[in-house]
Structure formats: structure tokens, C-alpha cells
């Protein structure tokens, strides 16, 4: 593993940071399976990983994640992070409402990395600041229950930088990876907060799976031909680590494989590590990717639940899939692992729409899938 440091407060950091939203599934729906994730946690902990970073929506991760560390005996050795919901907070009080339950959950008194997640727009910030939020922070600083307090962001390169200069922020982490270079926050908005001292995590370096297998054939075809043979989601993971800017990569991971996967590129890249032939490869894959797809989803979940049901993330991968798979094929696994019925339950309520950071027209969007399969 290698390390990185944190220049604001020293901190030696994995360069890898374990993402617990997408934990492995147990038998019954929405709960996962404990012991796989043990398995997972305390592999990727003896591989190096120290820094593990969850939420309050992701399900069950904090409660589940505070057990396994427990378990473990290994919470004092890493780093935990998690991310106070401030966009379900209808007042001041609510910060701290959300923040007991989160340690609670995670059977700790403090964290070292607390985020307000999901800032994009400096309006809401305004009113989060309105409602007392740089108090209850410096508050947490003073009682030692947050280390180091920071945000995250899906928003423009305009309104990160805006949040950004309004506070003293320890840290911020946004979406970054090869497709997405320009994108939201994006490389400029990279820059500037590594310009001004301030630590930079990213999320969805492989953009929900998207950059894994489910690569259209010539992107797969661009890494291929390479001379070293890695995973995609491992060229994916290279990419964002080869940029000296970025403190620390978040992966989710949910398998086994993929943890050691990841264990094996976060040992071997280093900033500025890229081949000239490497380079190549990622811009002949985004431009190979961005032929097929007619939705810029990145499966964050953030529009769910749906109030009829609808499946949308997964709705989307199928529709992008159409574009470049089988038709014949896509329509059977669309059919088996996420139901017909499922995309024609949306009545385009749009109520879903006002929570997707990437602006997406959803109602739209799954009327034109649903065009396409003839449902
Ligand atoms: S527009 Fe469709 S997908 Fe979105 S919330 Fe309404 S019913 Fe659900
Ligand atoms: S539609 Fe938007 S909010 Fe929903 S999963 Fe895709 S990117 Fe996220």
C-alpha cells in the first residue's frame, strides 16, 4: 500500500480509502451479510487500508461497520469517516439529531473525518450557515467528536469553489475520474482546492461499475492493448491516483476480488506513474463510452426511493446498455433482475429529479427507455 499525506494535518493516509456503500447482500433484502464483510474490512485493513468511510444513507453500513470494527479491535488504528445528511436537516437542530445516531451506529465517540454531505450549491450552504451549521462544527471540533470536519460535492466548478472559499474546510471530496475529467467539480475544480492546501478525496473513481466490466467493447479494447493486462476498474483506479492533487481514492467495494484487485494498484501506481500509452488509452475509452450513452447516470442512488418503485439507476444501466449490447439480451436481463413492471410503475411525478446531481431529466429519460424496450 502506499501512502499519502494529508497537508493540512499530517495525517498519513492509504491512498486507497474503503467505501462502504455498496456492502455485500445477505439472503434478506437490504441487509448485508456481516461475516462477508468481516472478511472484506479485515482483508483490505492487512493489506494497508486505513481509512474507511461511510453514511447516513447507505443503508445499514454505519451500524454494520461499527460492529465488524469493534469485532475487529481495530477502530484506534484507522480512520472512520461518515457523512452527516444535511439535505434531510429542516433546521439547526437536526445537525445534531443525525450526528448521535451516526455514533451511536458506529459504536464510537468521535470520527476522525466527518463530512456534510453533499454541498452543491452555495444557496444551500447559505441556509445551512443560516441555521448555525459553522457553530455545531466548531463545536464538534472542540469536543473532539469530528478531527476534521469537510464536505462533498456533485455540484458546478462555480459553486464548489464558492463553498469552498466561504470556510477553513479540512478537507472535500468530490467525483473524479477519467470519463468525468471535466465534469461537475471536475480536474479545475481539483486544482484549486489543492492550490490552497486543502486535502482532495474522490468518489467514483470507477463511476458506479460503469468503468468496471460493463466498459463498451472498444473502451475494453483501447486497455487491452496495452502491455500490462489489468482489471478495468483497475486502469480506472490508476487514473485518478496517478494525479499528484488527489490525497486519497474511495472504492467501493463489495467482493472480495475487488478488494484485493484494488490492494494490488493501490501498491503499485504512484503520482505522475502513467505510461504516455496509458494516457492514450483512457481518451480513446472515454470517447469510445460517450458514443453509446444517451443517459450520464452514475448510479449514486440518490433519487431513490422512487414513491412508485421504479428501480431507476438500474433502469438507466439497461437503457445505456441497449446502446451498445445485444437488444435481444438486454431486454431478458432487464426483464429478470429488474422487472418489466418496474419501469412502467414511473407515473413522471419528477420527484425524483430535484435530488439527481447530475441534473438528469429523469422522468424523461425512463419515458424513452421505456420506448426503447416496448413497455
Ligand atoms: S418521475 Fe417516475 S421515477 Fe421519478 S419519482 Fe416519479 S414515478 Fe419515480
Ligand atoms: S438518475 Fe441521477 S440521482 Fe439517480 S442514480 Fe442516476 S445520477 Fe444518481
Given at each position: 500500500m502506499n501512502y499519502r499525506t494529508n497537508p493540512k494535518n499530517g495525517d498519513k493516509i492509504s491512498q486507497l480509502g474503503y467505501g462502504c456503500m455498496r456492502f455485500p447482500s445477505s439472503a434478506t433484502?437490504?441487509?448485508?451479510?456481516?461475516?462477508?464483510v468481516k472478511r472484506?474490512?479485515?482483508t483490505a485493513f492487512d493489506g494497508g487500508v486505513n481509512y474507511f468511510d461511510t453514511a447516513f444513507v447507505y443503508g445499514d453500513s454505519e451500524k454494520v461497520l461499527g460492529e465488524v470494527l469493534e469485532d475487529l479491535g481495530i477502530r484506534d488504528k484507522i480512520l472512520l469517516s461518515t457523512k452527516m445528511p444535511q439535505f434531510s436537516c429542516k433546521s439547526g437542530a437536526d445537525f445534531e439529531t443525525y450526528f448521535k445516531k451516526q455514533l451511536a451506529a458506529l459504536r464510537v465517540d468521535y470520527v476522525d473525518y466527518l463530512f456534510i454531505h453533499n454541498v452543491s450549491e452555495k444557496k444551500r450552504w447559505d441556509e445551512?450557515?443560516?441555521?448555525?451549521?459553522?457553530?455545531?462544527?466548531?463545536?464538534?471540533l472542540d469536543k473532539g467528536q469530528a478531527k476534521n470536519v469537510g464536505f462533498s460535492c456533485h455540484g458546478s466548478t462555480s459553486e464548489f469553489k464558492a463553498i469552498l472559499d466561504d470556510h477553513d474546510w479540512d478537507f472535500i471530496m468530490l467525483q473524479y475520474n477519467y470519463l468525468d475529467e471535466n465534469w461537475q467539480v471536475g480536474r479545475e475544480g481539483l486544482k484549486y482546492a489543492a492550490?490552497?492546501?486543502v486535502p482532495v478525496f474522490i468518489m467514483e473513481p470507477v463511476r458506479g461499475g460503469l468503468l468496471a466490466d460493463k466498459l463498451p467493447p472498444k473502451a475494453k479494447t483501447a486497455f487491452d492493448?496495452?502491455?500490462t493486462k489489468r482489471s478495468y476498474a483497475s486502469n480506472a483506479i490508476r487514473w485518478v491516483l496517478d494525479q499528484p492533487e488527489v490525497t486519497m481514492v474511495l472504492s467501493g467495494m463489495s467482493a472480495f476480488e475487488q478488494v484485493t484487485d484494488n490492494l494490488t494498484t493501490a501498491s503499485e501506481i504512484n503520482a505522475g506513474g502513467l505510461t504516455d500509452n496509458e494516457r492514450s488509452a483512457y481518451v480513446a475509452a472515454a470517447a469510445a463510452i460517450r458514443e453509446f450513452m444517451d443517459v450520464y447516470c452514475t448510479a449514486c442512488g440518490y433519487c431513490l426511493p422512487c414513491p412508485k418503485g421504479v428501480s431507476i439507476p438500474d433502469c438507466f444501466y439497461y437503457y445505456n446498455l441497449s446502446f451498445i449490447d445485444d437488444m435481444a439480451s438486454v431486454k431478458r436481463n432487464f426483464a429478470g433482475f429488474v422487472g418489466n413492471g418496474n419501469i412502467s410503475a414511473c407515473v413522471g411525478c419528477k420527484a425524483c429529479e430535484r435530488h439527481c446531481?447530475?441534473?438528469?431529466?429523469?422522468?424523461?429519460?425512463?419515458?424513452a427507455a421505456r420506448t426503447r424496450f416496448g413497455l
Open positions: 433484502a437490504g441487509v448485508s451479510d456481516i461475516a462477508e472484506l474490512i479485515k445551512l450557515k443560516s441555521w448555525g451549521i459553522l457553530d455545531w462544527i466548531q463545536e464538534k492550490d490552497k492546501g492493448n496495452l502491455p446531481p447530475q441534473s438528469i431529466s429523469i422522468a424523461e429519460k425512463i419515458a
